[in-house]
């Protein structure tokens, strides 16, 4: 079963080391507002391997706060 964590987790490694925020996550995941990108981010950014910042996500390019997962 794939899960929308394990989703936007698997979205986050393949950018990695570049960050992406939390819409982008959402618009590129066609996540519900329910599903919202947010909680799980918040939720991997106390896990090992990620971290939460604020800065200019990869993709749309915006200063707000991003996650990304730190280097292997
Ligand atoms: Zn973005």
Redesign the pocket.
């Known amino acids: 079963m794939t899960t929308v964590l394990s989703q936007v987790r698997a979205l986050i490694e393949r950018l990695a080391p570049e960050p ?2 939390d ?2 996550i959402t618009q590129r995941l066609g996540l519900s507002v329910r599903q919202h990108a947010n909680h799980k981010t918040r939720e991997l950014a106390g896990m090992n391997g990620f971290e939460r910042q604020i800065g200019p ?6 200063q ?1 706060k ?1 996650i990304r997962a730190k280097g292997r």
């Open positions: 992406i925020c819409d982008c996500c990869a993709l749309c390019g915006s707000k991003v």
